[in-house]
């Protein structure tokens, strides 16, 4: 009776265990890729092939512990003496059907699925080349000519508690990736620092980013939506904030997306032609800003005591220009402020350090150009 009673409770337990799993699932996400469908397909055949081998072996050992019991007046094997015939095939019949089933059941169809996963060569119609960064990606178009930068976007303040957390927490990011839905991409792969992983579940495709070569994945995604994933290799303290979002979209949309990415300031980009204003400079420098920067340093340029050092007031963004260029241009070392030389144009840097000495408190009246970031660049 007792037994039944903590049965009982375990049941309920368990059940209310159930609700706080709700956004787990336990299948695969649903595959939208040839190779998402194959690794779904291999994944439910072996299971198959598995589940029926496991319960004939324990049916049968069941059956043997019951049948041959002492009570029945069964006597043990005696294995004592010279070994006959019989003996040997116990031991090589399973032996054979182990090697059986593992080359040719199991072997053959994982074998196709890992051909189909090699062959990224072949027809591809569009090539991406995702480089992973600590702790961002970068997405670049070669043949078009479209590069940018794809970041965490899921506010600060969610993360340290201070406000309730979004339906895509830590899975959002400012500039998703685009592409074309029904068409074969491939990606190349690679690191500028350590190694990252680009990983979306539902393309059933993951491959390393390692620093210095370039690998190759590819993917035909067969339905449209917006798929998210995250870096799957441990990659620094803030791994688990460089998620990857990608909307597939019908081929002229991309195409249009495509199109507004080139026409857009190149995240690349040489300093443009003409001189900033300092209004020109503090309005491109305030988008800059409030999508990157305000993170950390917070839209009242105060940061976080302790943590992110208030900008409002610095010395530094109050100091001498080249200095303060330098912070964002070279970041500072063992910190969680990262140099921007790569990741921001030219023009960008010189408009946001334009913001920073010209806002809240900051009255500096200075106005950076592209040019002079260009030229601390070079400079030694
Ligand atoms: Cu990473």
Redesign the pocket.
Known sequence: MQGLKKLVLGVIAALGFGTVWAGYSWSFPSPVTPIAHETLHVHNLFMVIALTLFFSVLALMLYSFWNHRKSRGQKPADFVGPKSRKQWLWVLAPFAGLLILDYGVFGIPAYHAVLMYENTKTDADLVVKVT?SQ?LWQYEFPAEGVKFTSRLATPRDQIDNRATKGENYLLEVDNPLVLPVGKKVRFITTSNDVI?SWWVPAFGVKRDAVPGFLREFWATIDTPGTYRGQ?S?L?GKE?GF?PIVVNVVAEAEFKAWLESKKTGAAPVSTAPAKTWTLQEAVASGEKVYGTICITCHQATGKGIPGTFPALDGSKVATGPVDEHIKVVLNGRPNTAMVSFARSLSDADIAAVVTYERNAWGNKTGDVVQAAHVTELKRAP
């Open positions: 992973g702790w990252h870096c290799e990659c791994h460089m």
